[in-house]
């Protein structure tokens, strides 16, 4: 029996999930400077594309090698959307409930890294402190905010997945 699309897709999002989630717990219990470095988080986002494309992959293999551009961008979205929610609902608990002075020390160094940030980039004193003064008053951890950096992840992961869709669709010839 043939697999369905979303079933695929949900699959590959609750391994990406899982994945995602071990890889923030190892983080904050290695070192909580890893949440702010670029590198790791660009090295998460590449393995989000990776899973992503793999669950196109499979959704293919399983409609005979075709999807059209519909099929392929939704397997790509279900897959990110199940993911990037266990993720983040992790994220809210660990830092909400679990360990909440491990968010404070997050935000200080946020603050630190983007004071350097600000000035290498010989911006003007008033609009660094002003920067740093909303930093500053600001819970990244918030409910409202981990729901708008979800919303947001979700569109700029929803755009990679358009070009996903747009390379990766394979039209059957005999349905059309």
Do not use: H, R
């Amino acid at each position: 029996m043939q697999k369905s699309l979303k079933s695929i897709a949900s699959n590959f999002g609750l391994y990406l999930g899982t994945a995602l989630a071990l890889t923030t717990i190892i983080a904050y219990a290695v070192k909580l400077d890893l949440f702010v470095n670029m590198w790791f988080g660009m090295s998460l986002v590449i393995l989000m594309i990776i899973v992503g494309i793999l669950a196109v992959v499979k959704v293919k293999q399983s409609q005979n090698g075709f999807a059209s551009f519909k099929e392929v961008f939704t397997a790509f979205f279900i897959t990110i959307l199940v993911a990037v929610c266990i993720n983040t609902f992790v994220s809210f608990v660990l830092f909400n409930f679990i360990d909440t002075d491990a968010a404070l020390t997050l935000k200080q160094i946020t603050i630190e890294k983007s004071l350097v940030m600000l000035e290498g980039l010989n911006l003007p004193a008033e609009a660094i402190d002003k920067t740093i003064t909303e930093l500053e008053s600001q819970n990244q951890y918030s409910a409202g905010n981990v729901l708008k950096s979800l919303a947001g992840n979700l569109v700029i992961m929803s755009i990679i997945g358009l070009i996903v869709a747009a390379a990766m669709k394979n039209n059957n010839p005999s349905a059309e």
